[in-house]
């Protein structure tokens, strides 16, 4: 990685200093205990929906305690350079989803995997795409990370859309990668390399 190698501490602080990412109709930023209520709402709210693609969750994921311990575990996974997760937030501060970056590795590769759900009220309004433009952009010039993948179930063509619309590409098909519902179910893996390392 030469030049883009994370060589000290100072280094690491400035990549762990987690600031509001400002789009033009989103920002995405570092969830704080302020925000737990929203979210609980947020996720109460679309847990039918939000479930159908996502890996099985614990009953205390729809408690407000639960959510304020997962945000304090997101911050210190932050701080150990493993995730970092974000809300994806309207210019009035009004919560409409999550993004984060996950399964963050260094070394010789450099990259991380990315996730997000948005409010079933607001799909549809390009709000996805800016918050995972967003991301991207925090992954590459913050993180100096190489390269961002994605993974999602085939039928969710707007998903799809999405990170092709933020430049991802398709790569292929991961076979029964992931329990969903108790099922194995396929992934489309798209990606997406810092444009200096293409």
């Not at 937030?89 to 450099?110: A, E, N, P």
């Not at 009220?121 to 991301?135: D, E, F, M, P, S």
């Not at 085939?154 to 969903?180: D, M, Q, T, Y």
Request: no cysteine; hydrophobic share 35%.
């Amino acid at each position: 990685m030469g030049e883009r190698q994370l060589k000290n501490v100072s280094d690491q602080n400035k990549r762990t200093a987690m600031h509001m990412q400002e789009g033009n109709s989103v920002d995405i930023r570092p969830l704080s205990l302020n925000d737990a209520e929203q979210e609980l709402v947020l996720q109460t709210e679309n847990r039918m929906f939000f479930e159908r693609f996502a890996m099985s969750r614990q009953e205390d994921f729809y408690t407000l305690e639960g959510r304020k311990k997962r945000i304090e575990q997101s911050l210190k996974n932050a701080e150990n350079d493993t995730e970092y997760s974000f809300g994806i937030f309207l210019q009035d501060q009004t919560l409409i989803g999550t993004i984060s970056l996950f399964q963050v590795v260094r070394g010789s590769l450099q990259s991380a995997f990315i996730g997000y759900f948005l409010d079933g009220k607001h799909n549809g309004k390009g709000y996805a795409t800016k918050a995972v433009k967003l991301a991207v952009d925090y992954a590459f010039n913050e993180l100096k990370l190489h390269r961002i993948e994605a993974g999602v179930m085939p039928h969710n063509k707007a998903s799809i859309r999405v990170l092709e619309k933020a430049g991802f590409h398709k790569e292929g098909i991961a076979r029964k990668n992931v329990k969903i519902n108790g099922k194995w179910e396929d992934h489309q893996v798209l990606a997406i390399i810092h444009p200096e390392d293409t």
